[in-house]
């Protein structure tokens, strides 16, 4: 079975980069036709989709967040990161990555909770002021 777990700081300072990593297991980042994606929660609210990349190496982002999100890989560790930007306290949330399909249209990509088969525990972020 395909594993996921997230890792990186769990406090940042706002204005600074938040940067975390989802290690997988079970199962290749290249490969599968699948997509890697970075989603997240705030307290109290619902799921927001960040980005993703997918198996080719193609990443994809939330408008909303394009100009501050980088997700990378790195396919020797079969890991996939997310870098955050000039967080702000509204940027405190859980952050979850998960497995998806492989959409090629960023607008295909959805915060919508069973279009992921697989999914980490999930790491709360704060961020201080």
């Known amino acids: 079975q395909v594993q996921l777990q997230e890792s990186g700081p769990g406090l940042v300072k706002s204005s600074q980069t938040l940067s975390l990593t989802c290690t997988v297991s079970?199962?290749?980042?290249?490969?599968?036709?699948?997509?890697w994606s970075w989603i997240r929660q705030p307290p109290g609210q619902g799921l927001e989709w960040m980005g993703a990349v997918a198996w080719d190496g193609s990443t994809y982002y939330s408008p909303a967040l394009k100009s501050r999100t980088s997700i990378s890989r790195d396919t020797s560790k079969n890991q996939f990161s997310l870098q955050l930007n000039s967080v702000t306290p509204e940027d405190a949330a859980v952050y979850y990555c998960?497995?998806?399909?492989?959409?090629?249209?960023?607008?295909?990509?959805?915060?919508?909770?069973?279009?992921?088969?697989?999914w980490g525990q999930g790491t709360q972020v704060t961020v201080s002021s």
């Open positions: 079970g199962g290749s980042i290249t490969t599968g036709y699948y997509s």
């Open positions: 998960a497995r998806g399909p492989g959409h090629t249209d960023p607008s295909d990509y959805k915060a919508e909770r069973w279009e992921y088969d697989y």
